[in-house]
């Protein structure tokens, strides 16, 4: 499809959606909305991350800074604790807008946000019965003893930000499911700069790492919590969560649909997030600088990959309701030959590029080395095919086959990933997810994934 055939999507007016091809246009048109609104979202997010990293690099010093992003992506791998139930609502929504099912819809919202709001009381409880039994210094093999005193608030109140973030996740999935993504965009905006305005006064002020924390967590709450009583107060007021929808019937759904997309996230986050914490315990923490940041660079492509590809699920799931299945597999096709496009020319110029880029970024001791480079340039190659096929299989439903491989890739990834750091260093994690991809997940892969795909197009 070239240019010129999209831009007939940039439109306030919707298409007609009484045929099927009506009904393929507008899905079109909220697909590029979402992610036009998704590109300036990131965007910000970017520029906010471009003058913060540096700002906060030399405010911090490499070991705080480094602890930083271990205790983020600690917490990062803490929201599986929603046991998928915000992902299996946004394929509920999506599914009902498809059937026009508004009834279901209010049930399904209703069922998700009070067991998500329970979810957040009964683990904040938990932790707060262990918390004195918790040494963070130790988890985070942490030397000088003065970060080891900040280390433990600033964990706390990550983890208080998580919880309260819980059920208000529950607004995003609504408005993607709607196929109004570009709304949750447009919050995360909000969130992102006033964040950057909170960071500029905290490290103005000589704030401890505890405030630091806050302003950077606590930002995008508020964003949510906005967004959230906008959504419920005024743009979607009949879908308002209620307590008394909330049913046990609807929640055994939610459950049973989201513990496949628990397993599913829980798995992407060890294979991502894990590789900090792998770091900061076999190298100490100051090894983490250097390899987070060269991966915050090669992030980006998947990322812009991500906005274009994240609004098709709800428009899969909702064709699908409709019976539009030849329209799924033509998009995803094209999705396919889009991503590999983009992520190969990526990878070739960041391998050329990315140590000039981090030398001006943020200096000289922080330059990744040619090992750790091309690793990430393979690795990038790589996420060409894994975003499509997961927002595919999601969208549509089909997920047992993942829910299988990719656990048993991610346990294999964290076991090959200590190996390799213990051995080449720095750049271990890379090549321990590398591997473990290609011989735990693609190659079992490519023998399920023809009979998925003509299972589904003879449905």
């Known amino acids: 499809m070239n240019i010129k055939s999209q831009l007939r999507y940039l439109r306030i007016t919707?298409?007609?959606?009484?045929?099927?091809?009506?009904?393929?246009?507008?899905?079109?048109?909220?697909?590029?909305?979402?992610?036009?609104?998704?590109?300036?979202?990131?965007?910000?997010?970017?520029?906010?991350?471009?003058?913060?990293?540096?700002?906060t690099l030399h405010y911090l010093g490499k070991e705080r800074y480094g602890i930083w992003m271990v205790m983020s992506s600690t917490v990062a791998m803490m929201s599986v604790a929603d046991l998928g139930l915000g992902n299996g609502l946004l394929n509920f929504v999506a599914k009902a807008k498809g059937q026009d099912d508004r009834d279901g819809m209010h049930r399904a919202v209703s069922s998700a946000f009070y067991m998500l709001l329970s979810l957040a009381c009964i683990i904040g409880l938990l932790i707060y019965i262990i918390w004195p039994y918790i040494n963070v210094g130790s988890i985070f093999n942490i030397d000088t003893l003065a970060v080891r005193k900040e280390a433990s608030p600033a964990f706390?109140?990550?983890?208080?930000?998580?919880?309260?973030?819980?059920?208000?996740?529950?607004?995003?999935?609504?408005?993607?499911?709607?196929?109004?993504?570009?709304?949750?965009?447009?919050?995360?905006?909000?969130?992102?700069?006033?964040?950057?305005?909170?960071?500029?006064?905290?490290?103005?002020?000589?704030a401890s790492l505890s405030v630091?924390?806050?302003s950077i967590a606590g930002a995008p709450i508020l964003a949510q919590l906005s967004n959230t009583f906008y959504l419920f107060g005024y743009d979607k007021?009949?879908?308002?969560?209620?307590?008394?929808?909330?049913?046990k019937k609807d929640a055994k759904a939610l459950l049973k649909l989201g513990l496949l997309f628990a397993i599913l996230q829980l798995s992407w986050l060890m294979a991502n997030q894990i590789d900090n914490l792998v770091l900061t315990r076999i190298l100490g923490p100051g090894s983490v600088p250097s390899y987070v940041l060269t991966q915050r660079l090669f992030m980006l492509m998947p990322v812009v990959m991500s906005l274009l590809l994240v609004p098709m699920r709800p428009a899969y799931?909702?064709?699908?309701?409709?019976?539009?299945?030849?329209?799924?597999?033509?998009?995803?096709?094209?999705?396919?030959?889009?991503a590999f496009i983009l992520n190969t020319s990526a990878a070739l110029f960041l391998f050329f590029f990315v140590k000039t880029i981090i030398r001006i970024w943020?200096?000289?001791?922080?330059?990744?080395?040619?090992?750790?480079?091309?690793?990430?340039?393979?690795?990038?190659?790589?996420?060409?095919?894994?975003?499509?096929?997961?927002?595919?299989?999601?969208?549509?439903?089909k997920m047992k086959a993942t829910a299988i491989l990719v656990p048993l890739a991610s346990i294999a990834n964290v076991c090959l990933s200590i190996i390799f750091t213990r051995h080449i260093g720095v750049a271990g994690p890379v090549f321990g997810t590398l591997l473990a991809q290609l011989v735990v997940f693609y190659l079992p892969f490519l023998i399920i994934f023809p009979k998925l795909l003509k299972g589904f197009s003879e449905c």
């Open 362 to 397: 943020v200096g000289e001791d922080l330059i990744p080395s040619t090992v750790l480079v091309f690793g990430f340039s393979l690795w990038l190659i790589m996420q060409s095919f894994d975003a499509p096929i997961a927002v595919f299989t999601n969208g549509i439903g």
């Open 317 to 338: 799931g909702e064709a699908v309701a409709r019976g539009d299945q030849d329209w799924v597999l033509r998009t995803f096709k094209r999705s396919i030959r889009l």
């Open 156 to 206: 706390a109140i990550l983890i208080g930000c998580f919880l309260m973030g819980l059920p208000l996740t529950v607004s995003n999935q609504i408005q993607q499911g709607h196929q109004d993504g570009w709304k949750t965009s447009l919050w995360s905006i909000v969130g992102s700069l006033l964040s950057l305005g909170l960071v500029i006064v905290a490290i103005y002020n000589k």
């Open 14 to 55: 919707p298409f007609d959606t009484s045929l099927p091809e009506g009904r393929a246009q507008e899905r079109h048109r909220r697909m590029v909305m979402a992610a036009l609104a998704s590109v300036f979202a990131k965007m910000t997010n970017l520029f906010v991350l471009i003058i913060t990293a540096p700002m």
């Open 237 to 247: 007021k009949w879908l308002k969560p209620e307590i008394r929808l909330a049913q």
């Open 212 to 214: 630091l924390m806050l």
